[in-house]
């Protein structure tokens, strides 16, 4: 009995040694190689996935083996009448299917995913069954994909299977290659424009990343996908539905401090904005931004994360008449 309750008494102790504080509602981190969970949090619940969506897109655009160098012209169907979200690409514009790829990827452009669908052979409709093929053949189950931008509520998931698609993902050079670049000049008709990558920590001191995708609508919250190595370890995380920029890169930022086993989490204050980091020898410092409440673990534990134990020539295509 009082072996029992030693045991038990331990284990408590161990688990809240390693609460995290979390911003995300679902958090989910694996490791890449043995399969062993390291956090999570909610790892079930299905959720509006975002521009989560785009690696989804790519992977079946790379899939069909296209002419990469095709020329593709963004078409006024292209944009986006859902969230009326901004973009940079012009209708009109000439651009190879590569570099509308690395603009759906890196930088989030929606136009330039919907001209990846749109071109896809057999069109949109030619697309959308080769996606559902697609999440069938990786085992997504709880996964819905009725669009390629992510605009749409409906793109639905949990981290459970993004972290499947990420490791997916993950396989494909072309993806990885596009998603950890920081910046990178396109030529759009004749011009070089030069885009961002969405993610901050891109290209940051101290920051070793294999794959990354952000997400945003108002349903999703802020959301994010990426592989890192950290403390010897190559890990995937998957978050969902922060409240904000900030923390979204809080919660990355108390992973990779917890895959080290550094000591104590990042606690900082919210805000709308992304915050600002100072890169160190060791590790990003995240500085506070404006006045809000500070993320941290409620007395009935439903923001906390616990560490939980392993489980077993170009060519022109031509824009679509309406019929």
């Known amino acids: 009995m009082l072996k029992k309750l030693f045991a038990a008494v331990a284990l408590s102790f161990s688990v809240s040694a390693f609460a995290v504080p979390f911003g995300s509602q679902s958090v989910l981190v694996v490791e890449d190689d043995t399969g062993k969970i390291l956090l999570e949090k909610n790892a079930d619940r299905v959720a509006p996935i975002a521009s989560l969506t785009k690696l989804m897109t790519a992977m079946v655009v790379l899939d069909a083996k296209q002419d990469m160098d095709?020329?593709?012209?963004?078409?006024?169907?292209?944009?986006?009448t859902v969230k009326h979200s901004?973009?940079?690409?012009?209708?009109?514009?000439l651009i190879s299917r590569r570099d509308v790829l690395q603009l759906a990827l890196m930088s989030s452009d929606n136009r330039a995913a919907a001209a990846l669908a749109r071109t896809y052979p057999g069109g949109l409709e030619g697309f959308k069954a080769a996606v559902r093929r697609k999440i069938a053949a990786l085992g997504m189950t709880h996964t819905v994909i009725e669009e390629p931008t992510g605009l749409n509520p409906h793109n639905r998931s949990t981290a459970g299977d993004l972290v499947k698609m990420a490791n997916a993902s993950a396989k494909y050079p072309t993806i990885t290659d596009i998603t950890t670049q920081s910046k990178e000049l396109i030529n759009i008709d004749g011009r070089e424009v030069e885009y961002r990558n969405t993610n901050r920590l891109v290209g940051a001191k101290g920051w070793d990343i294999?794959?990354?995708?952000?997400?945003y609508i108002q349903e999703a919250g802020r959301c994010?996908?990426?592989n890192i190595k950290a403390g010897g370890k190559n890990a995937t995380m998957v978050l969902l539905n922060a409240g904000a920029s900030s923390a979204r890169i809080l919660d990355a930022l108390n992973i990779r401090r917890f895959i080290t086993g550094e000591e104590a989490p990042v606690v900082a204050r919210a805000s709308n904005r992304a915050p600002r980091f100072k890169a160190s020898s060791s590790r990003a410092r995240i500085k506070a931004t404006a006045s809000g409440p500070r993320i941290k673990a409620s007395a009935g534990g439903k923001s906390k994360v616990k560490a939980v134990k392993p489980r077993a020539k170009a060519k022109v295509v031509p824009k679509r008449r309406k019929k």
């Open 224 to 226: 994010l996908i990426m």
């Open 210 to 215: 294999g794959l990354s995708k952000t997400g």
């Open 86 to 93: 901004s973009s940079r690409v012009p209708v009109g514009s």
């Open 70 to 80: 095709e020329l593709i012209e963004i078409d006024r169907s292209d944009v986006d």
